[in-house]
């Protein structure tokens, strides 16, 4: 089917532009360079926060933007729009992934979805422990779920860094972690960040969010009047004191994994299309542009509507999103004295030895209690080096840090952040690098 894709593919006509872009577009679909495009906005806000530009390149995230309506009006910073606002479709596209993991991918099964969701727990509650264990009754104490969540973009390129060294098991298995700990920071976001509740806008954003399941009951189809209506939710959460991002979390979770045409439809109908576009009546056929719409339709709706849009906003996300908020929230003056506050280390301890040993605590007891294997390949050191690789918090991490703490303490906050995700990184990836190659023999039987 592939091979017979790409020979469809190579009779559309190939200009200029195409041949320009091609390796672009392989780029773009390289799941790993995610990370590098990630890293270099990182080291560039960096760099430029600690140069003699740091005045203009930090004052310009604070520029107001708004607009006005009658009597209603909004206005923010320019920051304030990319954490609340793009960052909306990034949580969207994580509650895409959710419901796709949930509904057809690792998690949907019982056993297979244990060890995963065991290590995400420990590596959840670890981090946060140690953190308050520093900071309890402390002016930080409210940036606890700093060090909770992984970044799956970071953990990926590390992995992919290392190629072979790393067991496909134990991909799948940070790569189900890294789920499970976005539904964790999506809580911790929701029930530990949320403060002023403005009821009348938060009614607003049930009733979009049920106009959108009677939609979907009615079998409204147009992407347009979903896109609509969610911004409309978007705005009433932003409104009523949820964080707006919970909106975009919803939505992705709402968002039908199934097909509306079985594939069988689907291909009656595009044999059906090619009957008619190698007729000899083709060009005298009336309404040719209403049977082109309908094919086109028909091709789309082969396929579920998330599947459609986890490929259509990735790369949006991935390499758009992502790096505009590493450079609006990366941006941060290198001061050692910073580095060894307390909210700084209490964040390192989390992320460097709270995330990698209730990773390993957690998968050790999962195991240990019969409810969870190992997988093929898969040994307890490449679950220690993996644990190191979850502490890289970075995205997700600064995201929680804006909310939580202010001024001075979110400074320090970010300082730890990239000093864990770094040291974490460096002593994952040093781990897995020396972890002898495991070798399945025919029987299945795993030799070092």
């Known amino acids: 089917m592939a091979k017979q894709l790409h020979e469809n593919s190579t009779l559309l006509p190939q200009e200029p532009v195409h041949r320009l872009l091609r390796p672009l577009v392989r780029f773009l679909h390289i799941e790993a360079a995610s990370g590098v495009v990630l890293l270099c906005c990182s080291l560039v806000a960096v760099a430029v926060a600690n140069s003699p530009?740091?005045?203009?390149?930090?004052?310009?995230?604070?520029?107001?933007?708004?607009?006005?309506?009658?009597?209603?009006?909004?206005?923010?910073?320019?920051?304030?729009?990319?954490?609340?606002?793009?960052?909306?479709?990034f949580f969207f596209v994580i509650g895409l992934e959710v419901k796709r993991e949930l509904a057809i991918g690792d998690l949907r099964d019982i056993r297979r979805a244990t060890l995963p969701v065991a290590a995400a727990i420990g590596g959840m509650l670890l981090p946060a422990g140690a953190?308050?264990?520093?900071?309890?009754?402390?002016?930080?104490?409210?940036?606890?779920?700093?060090?909770?969540?992984?970044?799956?973009?970071?953990?990926?390129?590390?992995?992919?860094?290392?190629?072979?060294?790393?067991?496909?098991?134990?991909?799948?298995?940070?790569?189900?972690?890294?789920?499970?700990?976005d539904i964790g920071a999506i809580l911790v976001i929701a029930l530990g960040y949320t403060s002023g509740l403005n009821t009348s806008w938060l009614v607003a954003g049930f009733v979009g969010i049920a106009l959108i399941l009677l939609m979907q009951r009615l079998g409204v189809r147009g992407f347009l009047a979903y896109t609509v209506l969610g911004s409309l939710i978007w705005l009433a959460f932003h409104e009523s004191g949820v964080h707006a991002t919970i909106a975009g979390v919803i939505l992705g979770l709402m968002t039908p994994a199934t097909a509306y045409l079985e594939q069988s439809v689907g291909g009656q109908l595009l044999r059906q299309a090619s009957d008619t576009l190698h007729g000899g009546s083709w060009t005298s056929l009336p309404n040719r542009t209403a049977q082109i719409r309908q094919f086109r339709r028909a091709t789309r709706e082969t396929i579920s509507p998330l599947e459609y849009l986890i490929e259509l906003l990735h790369p949006?996300?991935?390499?758009?999103?992502?790096?505009?908020?590493?450079?609006?929230?990366?941006?941060?003056?290198?001061?050692?004295?910073?580095?060894?506050?307390?909210?700084?280390?209490?964040?390192?301890?989390?992320?460097?030895?709270?995330?990698?040993?209730?990773?390993?605590?957690?998968?050790?007891?999962?195991?240990?209690?019969?409810v969870a294997d190992l997988p093929t390949g898969v040994r307890w050191r490449h679950v220690i080096g993996g644990g190191f690789l979850a502490g890289i918090g970075f995205t997700m991490a600064l995201f929680i840090t804006s909310l939580a703490l202010k001024e001075e303490l979110e400074q320090a906050a970010k300082v730890g952040v990239l000093a864990g995700s770094v040291l974490g990184a460096m002593v994952g990836m040093a781990i897995l690098a020396t972890a002898p190659k495991s070798k399945v023999g025919p029987t299945g039987a795993i030799a070092e």
């Open 53 to 89: 530009a740091a005045q203009v390149f930090l004052g310009f995230w604070e520029t107001p933007l708004g607009f006005e309506i009658g009597e209603f009006q909004i206005r923010h910073s320019l920051k304030h729009w990319i954490n609340d606002g793009l960052m909306a479709i």
């Open 316 to 370: 949006w996300v991935a390499f758009g999103i992502m790096p505009v908020f590493a450079l609006a929230n990366a941006g941060v003056v290198i001061d050692t004295s910073a580095l060894f506050s307390s909210v700084a280390m209490a964040i390192v301890l989390g992320l460097l030895v709270g995330k990698p040993l209730g990773v390993l605590l957690f998968s050790w007891l999962a195991v240990k209690l019969g």
């Open 131 to 181: 953190y308050l264990a520093l900071q309890y009754g402390q002016p930080g104490e409210r940036g606890w779920g700093i060090p909770m969540a992984t970044d799956i973009a970071f953990v990926v390129g590390c992995m992919a860094v290392l190629g072979p060294r790393v067991p496909s098991g134990l991909r799948v298995m940070l790569l189900s972690l890294a789920i499970v700990d």
